[in-house]
């Protein structure tokens, strides 16, 4: 049988399912070149809110099954032909878009129609099986000695990695990490409670974020696409903290879910990697080549229960406010979830009130290009308030317009090595020395109680990047939230920035990780948006 084609969609004629591959497993035919775009399958609920929206002349051919669509231009096609199109953001039967099939096929049932479609991919499944459960258990072999874990993100991938490294390995007990941002789709929560009840032997764990979403979108701003905060404040972060709990020296083996075909971003994405935003940890990837319809012939080829979101007709299960979500997405969400959206809306309506927008409508409605950045919010803590010291040409006084002034020495720190002069309470003075040479670079004298801040640039070389390093870390503690982004850079466990701001001076190798690391709040806050307010 030929090797399966990710990249193209293919149909047959004879037993009415789509292909993985060229050729039907079920009859031996060879398929139809249906799209370049993937299908996936509209299931009953979907099919139901359908009926509300298109002319009752199609609704014959509405049959769970029998009904797929390409998720990306919204196209629905039936026994292999396009059906109709429907437009994203008015949910309407696109004019001129319609193609009935020639004819109506002899019902069958659902049943019979899954039967079908095992059978004509059977090959193509267990081809793709055999090799992502051989991956699974080399990766393993490589990495011998980690814990290993699955990133459970209740999506219908995710699923599909569970099952294929718990049967690959031939064990139920390998732990699974759910990142819960706390604004997941209510369907996620509800289908974890149920996987838990399947898998009563296999362990989960939440990872979740001690900030409050609505609160740190009101300090900010609200996430965009262009400062997307919210995954790493409500989900890297917490779930680099947890996974550094687990393993802090060894780090751990993940598999998750990702694949190529997701983003185009996501096209250049290596099948196992230690070069992402978590610290210690291997990734592994085993269905990254993989098709929407190979995942979804997958789940259904093995009966494998996945997300009631995706009946609904969620082409993507994430979450409830994030920012990458479709028009399709949104609607969907305002109809299946409207006091989550009303929610949402109201407090886009507060926000842009409360910053002053030219055109809160724009703000609120026009999509999430529109709500870049932190304008009108606390923009002054992204200020460095300073001035020439009259007492040294080498010196820079600083006033600290917000933030904890006795968190000062821990910013500083990762710029090297501290000995305290002096601390009684009313008055802090310490020298940060190079890491390597021990050679004195500057001298900080900080006041408690006025907020203010003296350093003597004491290095030749290179003090202008030195000092801009300096006052980088400053506008970091005037702005900081908290979130745990710059203990995620740290790779020495030497840093807490989750609820409070400290390092272990010990453990510090002023790595510059964290100082490198643009911090969320200060870019959100700084950012004015206004080139893109249309």
Known sequence: MSKPKSARTYWCDSCQVPLIGELCGACGAEGRNLAAATLVPVFRTEINYLRKHIVQDLHPWLRELELWVTPTNYTYYSHGEVLFKLSAASADVAPGK???PPQALAKRTRSDALELLR???KNYIERLQYEAESFIRKAVSQFSGRPILVSFSGGKDSTVASHLVMNGLGRSDILHIFADTTIELPDTYKYLQSFQKEHPLTPIISSRSTLDFFQTAESIGPPSRILRWCCSTHKTNPLSKLIDSMSPFDGVLTFDGIRKAESSRRTHYPRITTQHK????????????WSDLAVWIYLLYHGITFNPAYKKGFRRVGCLFCPFNSEWSCRMIKYWHAS???RWTQFLVQHAMRMNHQNPENFVFKGWRTRAGGRGLDHYKTTIESAPCLLSDTAVSYQ???GEIKNVRHFLRPLGPQTQIKCDGYF???LIHDKDTREILA????????????INYILKKNSRRFQQRIEKQLRKLQSCIYCGSC???????????SGNYSILNESCVSCLHCVSHDCLAVKSLHFNGKKIDG
Do not use: H, W, Y
Request: proline share 4%; glycine share 2%; aromatic share 4%.
């Open 98 to 100: 319609m193609k009935p």
């Open 119 to 121: 059978e004509a991919n």
């Open 278 to 289: 978590i610290a210690r940890e291997v990734l592994a990837r085993p269905i990254l080549d």
């Open 340 to 342: 989550q959206d009303n």
């Open 400 to 402: 600290l317009l917000s």
């Open 428 to 430: 802090e003075t310490f």
């Open 443 to 454: 001298s900080v004298e900080i006041g408690f109680e006025d907020k203010a801040i003296r």
């Open 487 to 497: 203990e995620a850079k740290c790779s020495n466990n030497a840093l807490c920035s």
